[in-house]
């Protein structure tokens, strides 16, 4: 089973600041059958990112995801106040049981 | 508006069952595979199960395997999860959750309900 390792744990920074989380596989993620969810207090996650790069319908362009293999980064370029959450990566395809990072908390510093 | 609600949830003693719902609307519910997915309050994402666009397939992660069942009424645009057995581990929020693909294997998660609560306690 692949493992998803999330850093920072928790991410303290101000609106308008760059954001940029980390998901380390422990074995190659197949044809970057990667995604990322965002997940605010009282609330279903949310898709944000989908096959390591592509944009969920509606979720604006300051959400950015890249990364191939084993080391993927999901990058917000200027935070506004509701993407103060917890965020989650999630590898799927093939044999894989969907598993997902622990995730990162993003708070307001 | 797409859109799944679940119900189900609620208080149940260690080795008993419970029957958690999900009603689909907006969108063409057999032209999908859907899923259910756990979070222990406060903690981390699971995936429990998946079953296929036509319920000839069906997945389960090992931690629910041979208690857990899943399956789907497309007619009443309906998916459910029976699960036997339960074990005060399971306790968590449960969400059903639609994928782009018509397969009972893990996908990225386009959408989710709001989730249902289990709790398994004595």
């Known amino acids: 089973e692949i493992v998803l390792t999330q850093s920072p744990g928790t991410l303290s920074l101000s609106p308008g600041e760059r954001a940029t989380l980390s998901c380390r596989a422990s074995?190659?993620?197949?044809?970057?059958?990667l995604a990322w969810y965002h997940q605010k207090p009282g609330q279903a996650p949310r898709l944000l990112i989908y096959?390591?790069?592509s944009r969920a319908t509606g979720i604006p362009d300051r959400f950015s995801g890249s990364g191939s293999g084993t080391d993927f980064t999901l990058t917000i370029t200027r935070l506004e106040p509701e993407d103060f959450a917890v965020y989650y990566c999630?590898?799927?395809?093939?044999?894989?049981?969907?598993?997902f990072g622990q995730g990162t908390k993003v708070e307001i510093k | 508006e797409m859109q799944l609600v679940e119900s189900g949830g609620g208080l149940v003693q260690p080795g008993r069952s419970l029957r958690l719902s999900c009603a689909a609307s907006?969108?063409?519910?057999?032209?999908?595979?859907m899923h259910w997915v756990r979070q222990v309050p406060g903690k981390g994402l699971e995936w429990v199960s998946g079953?296929?666009?036509?319920?000839?397939?069906?997945a389960y992660a090992d931690s629910v395997k041979g208690r857990f069942t899943i399956s789907r009424d497309n007619a009443k645009n309906s998916l459910f999860l029976q699960m036997n057995s339960l074990r005060p581990e399971d306790t968590a929020f449960y969400y059903c959750?639609?994928?782009?693909?018509?397969?009972?294997?893990?996908?990225?998660?386009?959408?989710w309900g709001q989730g249902t609560l289990v709790t398994v306690s004595s």
């Open positions: 959750a639609k994928v782009p693909s018509r397969l009972e294997v893990p996908y990225y998660f386009d959408s």
């Open positions: 907006g969108f063409t519910f057999d032209d999908y595979a």
């Open positions: 079953i296929a666009y036509n319920s000839r397939s069906m």
């Open positions: 096959g390591a790069s």
């Open positions: 999630q590898q799927y395809g093939g044999s894989s049981t969907g598993t």
């Open positions: 074995q190659s993620v197949a044809s970057s059958s």
